[in-house]
T-cell receptor, first 109, second 112 residues
Framework: KQEVTQIPAALSVPEGENLVLNCSFTDSAIYNLQWFRQDPGKGLTSLLLIQSSQREQTSGRLNASLDKSSGRSTLYIAASQPGDSATYLCAVIDNDMRFGAGTRLTVKP | EAQVTQNPRYLITVTGKKLTVTCSQNMNHEYMSWYRQDPGLGLRQIYYSMNVEVTDKGDVPEGYKVSRKEKRNFPLILESPSPNQTSLYFC???????????FGSGTRLTVV
């Protein structure tokens, strides 16, 4: 059974810092990996989708990488802003979709 | 606008009173699923459907029913809700395993 782990569980940084969120998974036979953002009590907003044949995807200040062989993905956020404060969830899609527990990010002004 | 629509957004009900949470998508997706999200437990899958009339259990199906009579709709039914089903529920749809998932805005259910 696929297990997804996100490290760190929580992260607090000053505005302007570049930061990396980590996601690891146990079974490398995946179709794709998707990063989401969730604000407190709200829904999931898709940030980036990386298909299994891809190594990375970029959207604005966000860059996500995927290394299937090692079971790892990272989400890089450049020049963080207070508006980036949210929980970031990593989801791995094989025959199912399994989520990590998330990283709660706080960006201080 | 492509979206997954859940209703209601908030619901407070009493133990044992049957309820249905609706989910509808306008993207012609074949795959739909339901998740519940609880503090400390993350998102867990309840049921999923690969296509019309095809449904299967996820990780936590006890106490829930689903049906998929039409491609666009995937309602979640709680025949006899209990307080341990108090949670935040999400519906999601996808065009297949090679594509991403789109989530609804969530339904916050409280069973008293």
């Amino acid at each position: 059974k696929q297990e997804v782990t996100q490290i760190p569980a929580a992260l607090s940084v000053p505005e302007g810092e570049n930061l990396v969120l980590n996601c690891s998974f146990t079974d490398s036979a995946i179709y794709n990996l998707q990063w989401f953002r969730q604000d407190p009590g709200k829904g999931l907003t898709s940030l980036l989708l990386i298909q299994s044949s891809q190594r990375e995807q970029t959207s604005g200040r966000l860059n996500a990488s995927l290394d299937k062989s090692s079971g790892r993905s990272t989400l890089y956020i450049a020049a963080s802003q207070p508006g980036d404060s949210a929980t970031y969830l990593c989801a791995v899609i094989d025959n199912d979709m399994r989520f990590g527990a998330g990283t709660r990010l706080t960006v201080k002004p | 606008e492509a979206q997954v629509t859940q209703n209601p957004r908030y619901l407070i009900t009493v133990t044992g009173k049957k309820l249905t949470v609706t989910c509808s998508q306008n993207m012609n997706h074949e795959y739909m699923s339901w998740y519940r999200q609880d503090p400390g437990l993350g998102l867990r899958q309840i049921y999923y459907s690969m296509n019309v009339e095809v449904t299967d259990k996820g990780d936590v199906p006890e106490g829930y029913k689903v049906s998929r009579k039409e491609k666009r709709n995937f309602p979640l039914i709680l025949e006899s809700p209990s307080p341990n089903q108090t949670s935040l529920y999400f519906c999601a749809s996808s065009d297949g395993q090679y594509y991403g998932y789109t989530f609804g805005s969530g339904t916050r259910l409280t069973v008293v």
